[in-house]
């Protein structure tokens, strides 16, 4: 292997777009506070995630924390979520004083398994957060139904989700909110950033206060905010990296398309489902590894792989329920899907400058262990 090749690798414009879209920030000194760029890139992504509403934030976490925030959910209510996620989801519940309990996945998508969450809904159950597991696509119309049923607030993570559709519709549209995260790592960044999106006006107006210390004046402070903002450099990044995604995603597309050629049907390989009606992002290519029927666990193949230069990452591992912070409180035998995907699963690299003979060189060696 001639060159180290990591699991991504952020995608950056040309130096002298962004230069050239940050020259105006030197006239105007202002950078941050909902200024031209903010603004700009508020109505691009409203139209570009077809979505009716946007707040633009300084990450995907607070996102979260602030949607939550905003629901006015009551202290210690049970929300419904699922230990497969990113920390930041868990920790989102919990700093809002609520607490998470954990409903097991499907073993197909990765997402919640709608058909457990009412075993898992008491008195105390205020809301449900769901996630887009690799930008899977949560089981939108269950959710909606036991939503309805009992009277809870659904808010989708959807950090894995840019862009992605769902019969044409934007995934940002489902729910009582939506959290996306564009930070460095994620199929579209502003280096750091995010969003929530939300039908709601009334909502939306709470987390416009929660990300700036709650003023509505010079001389005006309604409620008790944070300070969430996205300034004027990111929303200029995110500027320009929103004019090359449709390519950056056609490219991805083509990387995936490779690696299900050669993964797609080997046994004791699952690959990622192709879900219906799902207009996809391609933004991971997650592998499950079956020791009996592969010969190899996802352990070794991390080791192989490590050994040519070649990073992948255990993502989601551990789960959420055996985090040092919170397995005292949970057990994670209580979501045995979550935790045996958790240690079959591999994300493989894919990012828009990798190559398509990365993408063979990758799957030959998944294929066929060298000869020591
Ligand atoms: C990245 C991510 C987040 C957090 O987003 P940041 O922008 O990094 O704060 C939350 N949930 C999931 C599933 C993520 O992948």
């Not at 269950?142 to 934007?170: N, R, T």
């Not at 950056?248 to 004791?268: A, H, S, T, W």
């Amino acid at each position: 292997m001639q060159h180290n090749i990591p699991v991504t690798h952020s995608a950056l414009p040309e130096l002298k777009e962004y230069v050239a879209e940050i020259e105006g920030l030197w006239e105007s000194h202002r950078l941050t506070n909902m200024g031209v760029k903010h603004k700009l890139l508020q109505k691009k992504l409203c139209e570009y995630l077809s979505v009716s509403h946007i707040e633009l934030l300084t990450n995907g976490h607070m996102a979260l924390e602030l949607a939550m925030q905003a629901m006015k959910l009551q202290e210690g209510g049970e929300v419904i979520t699922t230990p497969f996620t990113f920390s930041s989801t868990i920790h989102a519940i919990v700093r809002n004083r609520l607490k998470p309990v954990f409903c097991d996945i499907n073993r197909e998508d990765y997402t919640i398994n709608t058909a457990k969450i009412e075993d898992l809904v008491n008195e105390k159950t205020c809301a449900i957060v769901p996630v887009h597991v690799y930008g899977n696509v949560c089981n939108l119309e269950e959710i909606e139904k036991i939503s309805q049923k009992y009277k809870l607030k659904v808010i989708y993570d959807a950090a894995h989700a840019f862009g992605v559709k769902y019969k044409g519709k934007g995934i940002g549209e489902f729910g009582d909110a939506s959290c996306f995260s564009f930070h460095a790592t994620k199929v579209y960044h502003t280096i750091e950033g995010g969003a929530v999106c939300y039908r709601n006006e009334k909502f939306g107006k709470q987390i416009y206060n929660l990300k700036n210390f709650g003023i509505q004046g010079p001389e005006e402070v309604e409620c008790v905010g944070a300070n969430a903002k996205m300034d004027e450099f990111r929303a200029s990044m995110g500027l320009c990296n929103l004019r090359h995604i449709d390519e950056q995603i056609r490219k991805r597309k083509e990387l995936v398309e490779r690696y299900y050629e050669y993964l797609g049907n080997v046994p004791g390989i699952q690959v990622n489902i192709k879900q219906k009606d799902v207009k996809s992002n391609y933004g991971y290519f997650p592998v499950l590894f079956d020791k009996e029927k592969f010969g190899y666990d996802r352990d070794e193949i991390f080791e192989r792989l490590k050994e040519y230069g070649i990073y992948t990452r255990k993502y989601f591992y551990p789960i959420a329920s055996e985090y040092a912070c919170y397995k005292k409180e949970y057990d994670s035998l209580m979501t045995p899907i979550a935790r045996e995907v958790s240690q079959k699963v591999l994300v493989l690299p894919l990012y828009t400058d990798l190559s398509l003979d990365d993408v063979e060189q990758i799957c030959e060696l998944i294929l066929n262990k060298p000869k020591e």
